[in-house]
């Protein structure tokens, strides 16, 4: 039985993984843990801890860097329970014959819901209200904006956007779409537009575009400035997207209404502590995608994966299958 790693601490193995995946990898191989209960191993304790492993199963945090395939003879994959492996070098991997994989989305009805309840949460300040009740103080009956009729600008098709574009349909909003990737079809009930001319004519700006050097600081000062002085931005994605600096300064200025951000450029993509201060944002630490259901879809997928590779096969969510050569070891 092969050796496995899992580099979840105490605190990530509890929210992100769980016993009854741990059961399903322990009858697969033998479980090497981190040791630390709520930090990810440093790249020397990674490999120090995977010397004699054939596969690691990595959290978000844990970086895959150059150093860990090339000095792990054994390591024949490096899967990542999470979709995002940027912090994975890929190249590396393949350079020494590492498979790599990722799993699959399956927050995405978490994630939508996220953003549907951030959507009314900014456009009836209910962030406000409770809190002044909380201190005591009765809190002005304001007027909100209602969801049916506005129009929803989602930036992205991909699984999250589809899901969350029936959704907003389904409440009565208007909605444009843009994704230079991706042909929407007129079933859908959307417009098609051009980013500049979503930014123009939405009320909810709703980033779900993939982070990559093509889309980092999308939404820079001359996307900010289009928007609506009475618009909301919302940010379930990636930090990457936004350009910080010019967020925080149309929001203490008030050029546009507010924004949710369960995403940023903290540690561990957490909104940035500058603008989660601000009085118009919103900002939760990065759990759009935090619910039971969402956490055992991806960390049961790692055991099917696992078990696959443990035959010395490529599994559904590998991105390097051609490059790993190290899987006929297991094989034999």
């Known amino acids: 039985m092969p050796r496995i790693l899992l580099t979840h601490s105490e605190a990530m193995f509890r929210g992100y993984y769980g016993d009854a995946a741990l059961a399903a990898l322990q009858a697969v191989g033998t479980v090497v843990r981190n040791p630390h209960a709520d930090r990810p191993l440093a790249t020397a304790e990674l490999i120090a801890l995977a010397r004699d492993c054939r596969i690691i199963v990595s959290d978000r945090q844990t970086p895959g860097e150059a150093a860990v395939f090339g000095q792990l003879p054994d390591l024949a994959a ?3 329970c999470a979709v995002d492996i940027r912090n994975i070098d890929v190249a590396a991997a393949s350079a020494a014959g590492v498979l790599v994989t990722r799993a699959s989305p399956g927050f995405v009805p978490a994630v939508s819901e996220w953003i549907l309840g951030a959507m009314v949460a900014l456009a009836r300040r209910l962030p406000e209200a409770v809190a002044e009740y909380r201190a005591g103080r009765q809190p002005p009956a304001e007027m909100g904006v209602q969801l049916a009729g506005a129009t929803a600008g989602v930036i992205g098709y991909g699984a999250i956007g589809r899901h969350v574009v029936g959704i907003l349909k389904a409440i009565g909003m208007r909605v444009l ?3 230079p990737h991706v042909a929407v079809p007129p079933e859908a009930g959307t417009e098609q537009v051009a980013l500049p001319d979503l930014l123009t004519r939405a009320d909810f700006v709703i980033c779900l575009a993939v982070a990559t050097e093509a889309t980092e ?3 820079d000062a001359a996307a900010l400035a289009r928007m609506k002085p009475t618009a909301f931005l919302v940010n379930a994605s990636r930090g990457n997207l936004i350009d910080e600096t010019a967020l925080h300064a149309v929001l203490g200025d008030g050029r546009i209404a507010g924004a949710a951000l369960d995403v940023g450029r903290a540690a561990d993509q957490m909104p940035s502590p500058a603008l989660a201060r601000l009085p118009n ?9 935090l619910t039971p259901e969402a956490v055992q ?18 599994p559904p969510g590998a991105v390097n299958a051609e490059a790993a050569h190290r899987l006929q070891r297991l094989r034999q």
């Open 217 to 219: 600081n999308l939404i």
């Open 297 to 314: 879809h991806q960390a049961m997928e790692t055991t099917r994966q696992v078990a696959a590779i443990a035959q010395g096969e490529a």
């Open 78 to 80: 490096f899967v990542r």
């Open 281 to 289: 944002v919103i900002a939760t630490p990065h759990i759009g995608g």
């Open 177 to 179: 779409v843009t994704d």
